[in-house]
């Protein structure tokens, strides 16, 4: 078992920064993808960044330019730095490891959540 515990989330201005952080612990495998979601209300949840071991990244669009993930493996932890924040960022922020435990056994761990509230 994986367990991931968010932590950084909170209320901000427009154009401001928050910086999220989550820490998994259990049992980890050297090869993962950590990623964090978010979901606004009303809305399905959807993938905000990721990040492999080996330091490859994706980003929706809607983010690019403004957030940065990164991941410390030492610590078995991954960050996300969030500047130029906008109203539509407000969401809860979902922390998820994605390991395989076989060829098509790919498992996925879920944070609590952490809330982002961007005001105008």
């Known amino acids: 078992q994986v367990q991931l515990v968010e932590s950084g989330g909170g209320l901000v201005q427009a154009g401001g920064s928050l910086r999220l952080s989550c820490a998994a612990s259990g049992s980890i495998f050297s090869i993962n993808t950590m990623a964090w979601y978010r979901q606004a209300p009303g809305k399905q949840r959807e993938l905000v960044a990721a990040?492999?071991?080996?330091?490859?990244?994706n980003y929706a669009d809607s983010v690019k330019g403004r957030f940065t993930i990164s991941r410390d493996n030492a610590k078995n932890t991954v960050y996300l730095q969030m500047n130029s924040l906008e109203p539509e960022d407000t969401a809860v922020y979902y922390c998820n490891l994605g390991q395989l435990y076989g060829s098509r056994d790919r498992r996925n761990y879920w944070g609590q959540g952490t809330q982002v509230t961007v005001s105008s």
């Open positions: 990040i492999t071991s080996y330091g490859g990244t």
